[in-house]
């Protein structure tokens, strides 16, 4: 195996590998990443067995065609710290010794042989369709937040996609919770898709995400039994699913919060950060005292001290009800528009979060007691 590759292209694709494999894994061979030089292009594997992330660097110069493994952690540090879009020599020196070289720096790092790599070969081709990238990564974004790490649950760990129909128009419908609060969000499809329901794990949602920010145009998924494969551009990420039953999270909605809350959001996200300052332990509630058109927001701590602070809202009843900060800032963190929306109904009722900008996502957030 000789080839040789820029070092740019090189440092991307291994920082994609980073997010994929799991930092102390019992057996070296998932340390490694498969590198596989032939019909002039680098394909780059890393896996978990639970996710396989795989990447093509197309147009290198090829001498000898061949492939093989090495640690992905330590290629990744020596690519990264070479000088940014030089040329980096790889070949065989000796006995499972892979040999790289820019300019005046050579490695020689320890390799494992290829055939230990495990590689799947699933059937993909059923169930196919495309979305736009953007597209996804808005459900990703607007939903993971959500996402519960309670383990005993582990239905709740990932992200609910599944198909729905409004008005007889087709959509993806993103939703995930954690007991404390829930996202929803959905896109429209130009048409309706075959696709079952499925729950995307948490490390796959991530992995997606830092994948789609780098990219615009269509995104093709396809899922098979219990995996799922993305193929973007010249990258396939392919990943298990989580096994088990997504609870009815329609019933969950709150269908009779008449009282609306609606704040400037800058504002809003300023003034609930400034106030939670007070208390070290962001699980604090924020509590909000609500008069006709006017919000006092107070976090009281007996370690720390308390701090308040008043806003100028539209609300035309009155309402006391505390908050988790640490919720209120991630849902509005998310919304595009200038205004956030609350609707409310009583003290210990959940709250409804709208964005005026975004009709497509809502967002449902417990109170807390006291």
Sequence with gaps: MKFSVNQQDLQKSLNYCQGVIEKRSTLPILSNILLDASNSKLTITATDLDLIFINEIKDIEIQEEGKTTT???????IIRKLSSGKKVNFSFSGENKLQLESEKSIFHLNCITSSEF??????????????????????????KFSVSNDETRHYLSGIFFHQTQIDGKNFLTAV???????????????????FDPIILPKKTIYQLCSLLEDFEGEIKI????????????????????????FPNYIQVIPKNNQKKLEIDLDMFLHSVDRVASVSLDKKDGVKFNLTKDKLNLSVNNANSGDGKESLSVKFEHELDISFNSRYLLDVASQLDGDKIEMFLNETGSPALIKDPSDFDSIFVVMPMKG
């Design 71 to 77: 640690t992905s952690s330590i290629l990744y540090d």
């Design 118 to 143: 495990p590689i799947t070969d699933e059937n993909f081709n059923e169930n196919q369709f495309s979305i736009k990238a953007k597209s996804l990564l808005k459900l990703l974004n607007k939903c």
């Design 176 to 194: 995930s919770t954690d007991s404390h609060r829930m996202s929803i969000s959905k896109v429209m499809l130009d048409e309706k898709i075959n």
């Design 222 to 245: 396809s899922n098979a039994k219990s995996k799922i494969k993305f193929e973007l551009n010249n990258s396939i990420l392919i990943s298990k699913l989580i096994d088990g039953k």
